[in-house]
């Protein structure tokens, strides 16, 4: 039975943790200060040992990434920490942020001193104004503890709510001042990003995972995880559960032992479905209970680890209301750039409002399925390709269901029995 | 010639090998073997952006696939690549129909009533790559329509397929980044910003690529359908830039221009005033029958025959000159030469109805004539010199062109001018400010190359001593010139010899051979030999009685040095006028002559570079002859042999005349003028044409005047301190003649300078004020 490992969670329960107080109790901000007595160079060397892969979704090797920047070409280089955590379920960088900001302060340290980085630039999400004023807090702190400011700065940009920002490069754009959409690749942001300067741009919790693999050693960081899927990850599990919130655990663990490890279904209930990654990564059932999540289990099994957000569906949930409540988000959030995505979201909605209404036919399922066929792969970004993800999955294991709309002439199920105030009474 | 080394790389597409330079895109690989992809934001001339995603095709790479169909028109071609388009890849097939068919779900289906349909790359490819059937049967997309984004172009939000083909023209190629991509998804939508408005001299060509029918043109919008139009190659007649052109017409009426496609001049773009000036053809003031004036003094309706005698005589009884405007066609031009020649007997000719000087005629004939300065030069140059001319504003085309450099490798553009124009702005230039007439002594401290450029605006005339440095800055650094007037037909009126030191082929007249040489070409025996006046010393000469008559063809008076001068010439002189439409001219004539638009006839310009820009008659059924046809009548008529009938005839006689190797017209030295020393409410007054302004050819274009810029008197900060002004206080500007009133505008220009444009509404300068550039003027602030 794997553990948890709590590690960039160790601390979360203490009541200071997010000052810079509570951190350096724990050794806070010695990693960096070993770090910049290392040769960038050997960081990188180190990053890359550890088998640290990115955080947020891909899963690419954060070593490899930062040693895609050229060295020695007297330009600027820049680091850019993703933040804009917007994917329906991804909830592991708002609380981890919250709890502790000053460990992401510290990686940048760190990875600014490896890619050879005097600025970097924390884009986070406009909506969570608390952490914001959080991470405020904690640059503030760390300039006057003299930790910033000495040839490495950090700046908190806020973004102005399009999840479309999260993609790396709308981000780029968006932090130069434009609207925020995808750009054409390459150049690729490690040789022309951030105001056309060599840029890596990473997720928070790979940035947060450096200072520990510094402290620690790569081999410690081994220690964990899976062959090709090193380290432990904060899981993080929401919906139909009786103890949602972040499980930090070594990749490869699956979710029967997540489950068991936080206290399980909503008490009385059954599992139906869940997403491995949030919401653009494809379904999963009870049958994939015990799928390794890892980047290669969750994609032999057919899905992707993506931001490891687990959204738990018990039985009395409607898996088309919940596929066309995660559609109607991808329309909204569309950027508009490309063709499949700006029009095949806006059809998507209108095919599955019917079909959940019990105005469809089963054609329709062929045709929502060779929309899908004609989104997924064509898009300009993933935006598109994560919109029809939750369509054809959920359509290969309940295809029944969305039969029983059509047949049933609407929704077969009684939408309070999915909410927590079902039985409450009126 | 340098011959550049193009690494070519071989690929396969839809089994068959084609060999393109590196750096080729594969949508463009493909079109090499005549294979077309489909294709919505995919442009040649602006950079890649994918958004549309019609193009997609299958590639691999050295037997490595791509897993998933990639846009062609962003993937440069490498060597082993293998693209299968949607004629040999199925996968590729259904990508296309897939998204041609998401295209359409949100686009109306009112093709019956769009202006695109029937030349639409939407329409066109639902046909060639679509389905027939949609199987979308939810809710469309709507918006109000039309949205004006400017006064010239509508926008009918719910057409566009947001290929961002428009933002990117204005961005990349005008660098007039005023319309962007707003809101986001299926709502997004091209807008402009709430204080700049969509104020651009190239906005025309947003609506010509625009790739559906989402921009309109006001001017045309629902005025003809395509297939009802008769499309003619031409060739544009308002400026020297020598776009070429496409005229549709229907029913004798011109419906609308377009842009032509040259890649050594204007690529596909022209400018705004090209595109939507044209309705001053068939204006109610077009002349339509001849005119001559009666015993009683009153203009009226004359038979042909009896005009052209009457024409005949009165040239005959007086010694006479001709007045050619910049507008002639090459052929016209040539015709007016050799008539003042042959029947006239004189060199007093001249084609520059402007400001202009003797030091520019000398110029012109030693440096001018025959040169061979080109847009190319442009394209490779070191550094671009700019000397009494604004490239946006006076030869929009050549702006473009150097914008494009400055885009693409940081072209060091520098200008010599008593103003920082937008245009200058755009480009980076470095702006050497001077004093109106001091524009001399900034010249010969340029470094330039022999790779170095200079372009030389007619304005440079203006001042005494530009050209001379002009010429001596050539000579020292070896760098080539390129004299760029404004209007369409001066470079070809040059090289015709419609001027007093020439005659056709840049031969001098005081030159025996050269004589001999166009005397056996004419069939007559002799030439004048003495240089002739100018426009300013003939209608001088004729105040003083020396000159009697005159022949004018496409002069305003109002454009020269001393418009009253010239007004009183035309009045005591016995007039030929050959006219398009009622004109200070044709008032103040004895006999006109109504001639042939631009697109009643055919015929040809010298674009600045000198490169023939030929036009076929668009409007088939006009009565009205060229200028050519008519001075041919008159010389028969007086009893002397100009035989060009046809314009045909005069192309074949201009192929015939040959180079002219003889020695060139020397030019001699002219000093800069002593710079009047200026105070308190005195100015030096320099100005030039805006490129939407009052022009003659531009009259009744209502929605093109809507996007001229706003008419202001620019002064530097510290004479406005002084004078106590701020932006949009009213500034009275006054000379012995008369004034205008204008908004101050407080901007980077020489302290002793006010700027105005030269004929903009409530600022005709020569008109008003008498001057243009250098002279002082009073300012008061009302």
Known sequence: MTKLTPVLSAHWDEKDSFTIEGYKRHGGYTASAKALAMDPDAIIQLVKDSGLRGRGGAGFPTGMKWGFIPQGDNREHYLVVNA???????????????????????????????????????????????????????????????????????????????????????LLDSLEGFRGQPRLRPPFPAIAGLYARPTVVNNV?????????????????????????????????????????????????????????????????????????????????????????????????????????????????????????????????????????????????????????GKGTEADLAKLLDLCDNIMGRSFCALGDGATSPITSSIKYFRDEYIAHITHGGCPFDPVASTLFAGAGA | MTTEVVDMITVVVDGFEVSVPKGTLVIRAAEQLGIQIPRFCDHPLLEPVGACRQCLVDIEINGRAFPKPQASCTIPVEPGMIVKTQLTSPVAEKAQRGVMELLLINHPLDCPVCDKGGECPLQNQAMSNGQGETRFEGVKRTFQKPINISSQVLLDRERCVLCARCTRFSEQIASDPFITLNERGALQQVGIYENKPFESYFSGNTVQI????????????????????????????????????????????????????????????????????????????RLTTPLVRNSAGELVA???????????????????????????????????????????????????????????????????????????????????????????????????????????????????????????????????????????????????????????????????????????LADSSNAKIAWIPRRAGERGALEAGAIGNLLPGGRPVTDASARVDIGALWGVDSLPSAEGKSAEEIYAAVNAGEIGALLVGGVDPLDGDNSQGALAALDKAFVVSLEIASSAVTQRADVVLPVAAITEKSGSFLNWEGRPRAFDTAVQDSLNRSDLRILSMIAEEMGATVNLATVTSAVKEIASLGKWDGARVSMSKVSASAQPAVSGDQFILTSWRRLLDLGTLQQGEENLAGTARATVAVISPKRAGALGVVDGDKLKISTSLGSVTLNALVEDIHDDALWAPRNSRGSQLLVNLGVAHGAVVSVVKV
């Open chain 1, 84 to 170: 804009d955590e917007s994917e329906p379920g991804t909830c592991k960088d708002t609380p981890l942020l919250m709890a502790n900001p000053h460990v992401l302060i510290e990686g940048c340290i760190i990875a600014c001193h490896a890619i050879r980085a005097k600025h970097a630039f924390i884009y986070i999400r406009g909506e969570v104004t608390h952490v914001v004023r959080r991470v405020n807090q904690a640059i503030e702190d760390a300039y006057k503890a003299g930790l910033l400011g000495n040839g490495i700065d950090v700046v908190l940009h806020i973004g102005a709510g399009a999840y479309i920002c999260g993609e790396e490069t709308a």
């Open chain 2, 302 to 472: 004359a038979s042909w025959p009896e005009a052209l005698a009457a024409a005949a005589k009165g040239l005959k009884a007086a010694k006479a000159a001709v007045l050619v405007g910049g507008r002639a066609t090459y052929e016209d031009a040539y015709g007016y030469s050799k008539f003042a020649r042959i029947a006239l007997g004189t060199n007093d000719i001249d084609f520059r109805s402007r400001l202009s000087s003797n030091e520019e005629r000398e110029f012109l004939a030693a440096r001018v004539v025959g040169s061979t300065t080109t847009y190319v030069d442009i394209d490779r140059a070191d550094h671009v010199l700019l000397v009494g001319f604004e490239p946006e504003e006076e030869s929009p085309i050549v702006f473009l062109r150097i914008n494009k450099q400055v885009r693409k490798r940081a072209l060091k553009v520098t200008a010599i001018a008593t103003k920082l124009s937008i245009g200058v702005e755009k480009l980076k230039g470095e702006f050497v400010k001077v004093a109106p007439g001091a524009e001399a002594g900034a010249i010969a401290s340029q470094s330039l190359s022999a790779k170095s450029v200079i372009l030389v605006g007619e304005r440079a005339a203006e001042s005494a001593g530009v050209l001379s440095a002009v010429a001596a």
């Open chain 2, 210 to 285: 625009c790739p559906v029918g989402a921009l309109t043109g006001a001017a045309y919008r629902f005025r003809a359908r395509p297939f009802d139009l008769v499309s003619t190659p031409s060739a544009c007649e308002h400026c020297a830039s020598g776009c070429d052109m496409r005229t549709d017409v229907r029913r004798g009426k011109t419906l609308r221009r377009l842009a032509g496609d040259d890649a050594t001049v204007n690529e596909e773009w022209n400018c705004d005033k090209g595109r939507w000036a044209f309705k001053y053809v068939t204006s109610v003031d």
């Open chain 1, 205 to 357: 919790e790979s940035i947060a995972s450096v200072p520990a693999i510094i402290a620690n050693g790569a081999e410690w960081y081994q220690s964990m995880g899976t062959e090709k899927s090193k380290g432990a990850t904060l899981y993080s599990l929401s919906g139909h559960v009786n103890n949602p919130g972040q499980f930090e655990a070594p990749l490869g663990i699956t979710l029967r032992e997540i489950l068991e490890l936080s206290g399980g279904i909503r008490t009385g209930h059954t599992l139906k479905f869940w997403t491995p990654g949030g919401s653009s990564t494809p379904l999963f059932t009870a049958e994939h209970l015990d799928v390794p999540l890892d980047y290669e289990g969750v994609s032999a099994a057919g899905s992707l680890l993506g931001t490891k957000a687990l959204q738990i569906f018990d039985e009395t949930t409607c898996v088309v209301r919940a596929v066309l409540r995660w559609t109607e988000f991808y329309k909204h959030e569309s950027c508009g750039k490309c063709t499949p995505c700006r029009e095949g979201t806006w059809w998507l909605v209108q095919l599955l409002r019917d079909l959940e209404a």
